[in-house]
């Protein structure tokens, strides 16, 4: 089992140390979790925080053995302001995660795809109108930050009978900062040209590629996520959806040759480790 570079106390500690400091943070909280920190307020981005996959898949055909410990205990996190699901697969909107939060933390907003609004609603027992719905191309604000809904294609872009993208990434404004976070995305014509105005400070992006015996939908790679990040010019580009279950996982090692052939500025995270955007500005 992988060891996350804080767990527990331990990385509760770190969060809440890093609090009163000015600018941006954010930790990787495995497969695409993150949670990200400005001003005081907490985003938590498609957190999976539970064992229900390997539950759930246990003596199948294809089972999802995690391959790194989790975390922390959802319900430990009572300080988060807004929590998003790019998605309804369930490692993107996991009940025995996204329950709990909600639960300590009542305020807390609900960012998903306007699409996916009764199925969010039906898994995680909420009312249907307490989610916040976004829209390829849509913005809103919550929690003192905006997001804008990207269209992702997993493995296609995929629309309900209303024309919404049921598959989203986000692009996130806190204050003078932009992060994107792809959700689970192939490259399709036009991505680039759609996020490169936003000038995005940080790009979050799966590796695990796509591989038609994993029987799961596939992502980008990890040269392909290099190569998104340049295109877009975004200023740092952080890896993840990897190491999370043996069966659908990748090395970072060629993510990592690609970054620097392209010059392309990089972060490998462990999970639990935190990263300072002071880092963009030596």
Same mark, same amino acid.
């Given at each position: 089992?992988?060891?996350?570079?804080?767990?527990?106390?331990?990385?509760?500690?770190?969060?809440?140390?890093?609090?009163?400091?000015?600018?941006?943070?954010?930790?990787?909280?495995?497969?695409?979790?993150?949670?990200?920190?400005?001003?005081?307020?907490?985003?938590?981005?498609?957190?999976?925080?539970?064992?229900?996959?390997?539950?759930?898949?246990?003596?199948?055909?294809?089972?999802?053995?995690?391959?790194?410990?989790?975390?922390?205990?959802?319900?430990?996190?009572?300080?988060?302001?807004?929590?998003?699901?790019?998605?309804?697969?369930?490692?993107?909107?996991?009940?025995?995660?996204?329950?709990?939060?909600?639960?300590?933390?009542?305020?807390?907003?609900?960012?998903?795809?306007?699409?996916?609004?009764? %199925?969010?609603?039906?898994?995680?027992?909420?009312?249907?109108?307490?989610?916040?719905?976004?829209?390829?191309?849509?913005?809103?604000?919550?929690?003192?930050?905006?997001?804008?809904?990207?269209?992702?294609?997993?493995?296609?872009?995929e629309r309900d009978a209303q024309g919404r993208c049921r598959f989203l990434g986000y692009?996130?404004?806190?204050?003078?900062?932009?992060?994107?976070?792809?959700?689970?995305?192939?490259?399709?014509?036009?991505?680039?040209?759609?996020?490169?105005?936003?000038?995005?400070?940080?790009?979050?992006?799966?590796?695990?590629?796509?591989?038609?015996?994993?029987?799961?939908?596939?992502?980008?790679?990890?040269?392909?996520?290099?190569?998104?990040?340049?295109?877009?010019?975004?200023?740092?580009?952080?890896?993840?959806?990897?190491?999370? %279950?043996?069966?659908?996982?990748?090395?970072?090692?060629?993510?990592?040759?690609?970054?620097?052939?392209?010059?392309?500025?990089?972060?490998?995270?462990?999970?639990?480790?935190?990263?300072?955007?002071?880092?963009?500005?030596?």
């Open positions: 089992m992988i060891a996350s570079a804080l767990t527990d106390d331990a990385w509760l500690r770190d969060v809440a140390q890093a609090r009163g400091q000015a600018g941006l943070r954010l930790w990787w909280l495995g497969q695409s979790g993150f949670l990200l920190q400005w001003s005081g307020g907490h985003a938590l981005l498609d957190p999976y925080l539970s064992d229900s996959l390997t539950r759930k898949y246990a003596g199948t055909d294809r089972p999802h053995v995690r391959m790194t410990a989790r975390l922390v205990a959802p319900e430990r996190l009572s300080f988060i302001d807004v929590v998003t699901s790019s998605h309804n697969h369930t490692d993107h909107l996991d009940g025995e995660t996204l329950v709990p939060v909600l639960r300590a933390n009542p305020r807390a907003g609900l960012v998903i795809p306007e699409a996916n609004r009764d %199925f969010v609603a039906e898994r995680l027992g909420i009312p249907p109108t307490m989610p916040v719905g976004v829209d390829d191309g849509a913005t809103v604000e919550v929690g003192g930050l905006t997001f804008t809904g990207i269209a992702a294609a997993h493995e296609d872009v692009v996130v404004r806190l204050g003078p900062w932009t992060v994107y976070h792809s959700g689970d995305t192939l490259l399709y014509e036009g991505l680039a040209d759609r996020l490169r105005p936003w000038r995005v400070d940080v790009a979050l992006l799966p590796i695990n590629g796509r591989a038609p015996e994993r029987r799961v939908a596939g992502n980008l790679d990890g040269p392909q996520a290099a190569r998104l990040a340049h295109a877009i010019g975004a200023r740092l580009v952080i890896p993840c959806h990897y190491e999370m %279950f043996e069966f659908n996982t990748a090395s970072p090692d060629a993510f990592l040759v690609e970054c620097r052939r392209l010059g392309q500025p990089h972060a490998v995270l462990r999970c639990g480790e935190r990263w300072d955007a002071q880092a963009l500005e030596r």
